[in-house]
């Protein structure tokens, strides 16, 4: 429980008035992420702890640098869970960086990514300006949305302090169900059964089968599981799939490969992205391994592996890429933070 | 007819001069049909507000456009002549957003309401921006969906409006505002560009440029397409209706459930002089002695459903409610909701004119605030009624006035104002879905300091350099936020 926004701050404004480039680091579990940066680092890991917490408001408010697992446990004190499912990679990864990489898990497609439970947050911009977004209630449309803004952007436009979630209930029951299935059927059934309010977290095909993760209260998980049929998977091995599929583990590149990701439709054909391993997310996620010397066809990013140096996230169009550019201006005009982690001209 | 002072200083910098203006009405002539280009007094008079008609100012030029190449024709020349542009959907809003302004033109987005395509499998639609929140829900129910949010207005108003407002509605609190509920978004830029955010999957790479842009007032650009989420309709609703004997045991009972792991579809609370002007109204058999309705909806599947039906009835019990009316069948669940849904005009009919609030709070602080809000009440001699999204905490008290009482229109403002820095004082928001607009400016330095707001502008620059894009609305100046604070302090 360490409040370092004070000695943040001074960090930033010293960064600004010299134009020194900053690597923000916290559990160092995402470094596999976007392109290489260089900087002098700035670390969150001692930036921690819970500020307020309240189970019937639903709303938790942590520093970023307090570990996922940490809020896991403190949340299930109180049967509640962390909506978008993130992952913690031992216990390593925190909050901030979560919502920085815009980490979800499995159950995106049911109950929505990082921007769907994030509330508000605190930043400090380039000029080493702490300030507050968004807030502590469900609904806030009061100036621009600055908090959603955040996710993904690799902390390119500012320092995260601290995030304010919706958090929700527990599920009281919960098993996963497997389908001997091609991925061509899979990637049918998941669109047929995606579309008929079942209590349904989870919908992955790989190597040969179908994972379906059913989660709710008893009785709409026992008629589900009826109505669906399949094989129930033994609970400890189930958890293991899970974790390893929240963790972007199931798929591992060896040294000459790269892990591309693939998004978009989950009524795209299978053999539109070729050679994938995998399917998450009901259809919408697509996982290829390649070997370094192959590049993929079109739309799909580069996840882990290969040329770190590369344009990881592709291509992105000249208006756009002005735009951000300008949006970077105006958070971090010196560009001092994470330079060129999320493109090389940002 | 009512202006707030400073808001216009920055406005007059950017009115057009006189040789520009014909230039810019002759191109939009040789553009769009002749009844397409408004100039008359009369023929814009049905433009000069949205719905919150104290707020009013005709525009030098209404345009209608029918294509999304002529609203990027529209925004170029607008932008090569430096002229504000203000756009509107069905002009439902609740904050002045969609106010016109008196050198600016006024772009009518409607005419482009078509839904482009519905995709079964994927659940999602593609619309244009005129389309409205309630005929997407129609058009997409012989596909077993719907789309979730659902404001008041939903019958009227546009999906373009919704993305701008980040509209919400009463199935907030389990299913989101607009920026849950949308994948892309094609707009033009004020260059007459158009750029697309978001994209056809869940998460894409980079920074989150479509949320940004959702809620935006139309600060930032014109939606012409938008891609949305619809969501499989649930093969069971139940409502359920409670009466209390306070307001606080209503909003202690609220607390316990969702305590106790449920989150219902919807969950709205009324106090009495709500309960009474809708029941008068609707006549659905609301008990007008209690002093705090819950209504509540529950979906799912028949076996989630009679669950949560059980926790939920036995939870309200524990907590007070004197009397707990469980819906029979889909017609009796209409009627309850319809008084709930038609609480606004219910209240219309009891005073000349009533002002909408939308603060959110804080659940655990509604007793509180409900309290100070009856002392607000009586200090200024208005009555105020309480509806609102219990669930998520999102108020809308709505003050009774009468605008031909000399001074009642400005009391009803400064009760509104003393609403609202109450909202943030207790830790909440001065809007919860209705926007800030030109309505809320004074409450924004409050809410927000100058280090924030000077961040906004940075942002609102990054997009439009020149504020031509809604120009006065949403976000204050500096120069508006000095003012307001030296009357704070003077």
């Keep these: 429980m360490t409040d370092l926004t004070g000695q943040l701050t001074q960090q930033i404004q010293h960064a600004y008035a010299t134009k020194t480039p900053l690597k923000i680091q916290a559990g160092n579990t995402k470094a596999y992420l976007g392109r290489d940066t260089s900087g002098e680092v700035i670390n969150m890991a001692n930036h921690t702890g819970v500020i307020s917490y309240s189970a019937t408001e639903l709303v938790v ?103 304010s979630i919706k958090v929700l209930p527990e599920f009281k029951a919960g098993h996963t169900l497997i389908f001997e299935m091609t991925a061509e059927v899979a990637l049918e059934a998941m669109l047929q059964w995606a579309n008929l309010s079942l209590p349904i977290t989870g919908m992955s095909h790989f190597q040969g089968q179908l994972y379906l993760r059913l989660q709710g209260g008893e009785s709409g998980v026992a008629s589900a599981s009826e109505f669906l049929g399949g094989e129930h998977l033994e609970p400890k091995i189930a958890d293991v799939f899970w974790q390893a599929a929240r963790e972007g583990r199931l798929l591992q590149p060896q040294d000459n490969q790269t892990l591309w990701r693939w998004s978009g439709p989950s009524d795209t054909p299978i053999n539109t992205v070729s050679n994938t391993s995998l399917i998450n997310w009901a259809g919408s996620e697509r996982w290829v391994l390649e070997s370094n010397s192959n590049s993929p066809a079109g739309g799909l990013t580069q996840h882990l592996g290969g040329d770190r140096m590369a344009e990881v996230y592709g291509a992105v169009n000249a208006s756009q890429q002005a735009l951000q550019q300008r949006i970077k201006y105006a958070f971090d005009p010196h560009g001092i933070f994470n330079a060129g982690r999320l493109y090389s001209w940002m | 007819m009512h202006t707030l002072p400073s808001t216009s200083n920055d406005l007059e910098n950017q009115a057009p001069e006189g040789g520009s203006v014909a230039l810019l009405v002759s191109a939009f002539q040789q553009l769009l049909p002749a009844s397409s280009v408004i100039m008359s007094t009369e023929g814009q008079r049905p433009f000069e507000c949205d719905g919150l008609a104290v707020y ?52 009518v ?74 994948l892309q978004v094609t707009l033009v830029t004020i260059e007459g560009e158009l750029m697309t955010l978001g994209g056809e999957g869940l998460d894409e790479p980079g920074m989150d440029l479509l949320s940004l842009f959702v809620g935006s007032e139309g600060l930032l650009g014109v939606v012409v397409e938008a891609k949305v989420k619809l969501l499989p309709r649930a093969p069971r609703v139940q409502v359920l209706l409670a009466a209390y004997d306070s307001v606080t045991a209503a909003g ?141 905490g999102n108020l809308h008290p709505l003050i009774l006035f009468d605008a031909g009482i000399d001074g009642e229109l400005e009391r009803a403002e400064l009760l509104g104002g003393d609403i609202l820095t109450l909202c943030v004082d207790v830790g909440g928001t001065i809007t919860g879905e209705h926007g800030v607009g030109l309505e809320k400016m004074p409450q924004m330095p409050y809410q927000f300091g100058d280090a924030e707001l000077a961040q906004f502008r940075r942002l609102k620059a990054a997009f439009d350099s020149e504020d031509l894009l809604n120009p006065g609305k949403g976000i204050p100046t500096l120069k508006y936020c000095q003012e307001y604070r030296s009357l704070q302090h003077g």
């Design chain 1, 61 to 163: 408010r942590a520093r970023a640098g307090t570990k996922i697992s940490h809020l896991n446990e403190l949340l299930a004190e109180q049967q509640q869970r962390l909506p978008f499912e993130p992952p913690s990679f031992s216990g390593e990864a925190t909050i901030g960086g979560t919502v920085a990489a815009n980490q979800s898990g499995p159950s995106r497609p049911w109950f929505g990514g990082v921007k769907d439970s994030l509330l508000g947050l605190g930043l400090i911009n380039g000029y080493g300006e702490s300030m507050q977004f968004g807030g502590q209630v469900m609904k806030n449309v009061a100036g621009f949305d600055v908090t959603r803004l955040q996710c993904g952007a690799m902390g390119s436009l500012g320092l995260i302090t601290d995030i």
């Design chain 2, 56 to 107: 009013q100012q005709l525009p030098l030029i209404t345009v209608i456009p029918e294509t999304v190449g002529q609203v990027q024709a529209i925004l170029r020349l607008c932008h090569l002549h430096h002229v504000p542009l203000v756009p509107r959907g069905a002009g439902t809003g609740l904050c002045a957003g969609a106010m016109p302004h008196a050198e600016g033109v006024l772009l």
């Design chain 2, 109 to 182: 987005m409607t005419k482009l309401n078509k839904i482009l395509h519905i995709n079964q499998n994927t659940a999602t639609a593609t619309v244009q921006p005129g389309v409205r929140n309630l005929a997407l829900t129609d058009a997409a129910k012989p596909f077993g969906l719907y789309y979730a949010p659902d404001p008041s207005s939903q019958i009227a108003c546009t999906i373009g409006g919704n993305v701008a407002e980040n509209s919400g509605g009463v199935h907030c609190l389990k299913y989101g505002l607009t920026v849950n509920n949308l």
């Design chain 2, 252 to 392: 202690d009972s609220v607390a316990a459930l969702i305590g106790q792991g449920i989150i219902p579809a919807g969950l709205e609370m009324m106090d009495h002089l709500a309960i009474s002007a809708a029941e008068d109204f609707v006549k659905v058999g609301y008990p007008t002695d209690a002093q705090a309705l819950l209504i509540c909806e529950l979906d799912g599947t028949d076996a989630e459903v009679e669950e949560q039906l059980a926790v939920v009835s036995e939870c309200f019990k524990q907590h007070g409610a004197q009397h707990i009316r469980i819906a029979k069948d889909a017609a009796e669940a209409d009627a309850l909701w319809q008084g709930r849904k038609a609480a606004f005009p219910a209240v219309g009919r009891i005073s000349p004119d009533y002002y909408c609030m939308d603060g959110t709070i804080p659940r655990g602080k509604v007793g509180y605030v409900l309290t100070r809000i009856s002392e607000l009440s009586e200090t200024y001699g208005l009555r105020v009624a309480n509806v609102f999204h219990a669930g998520d």
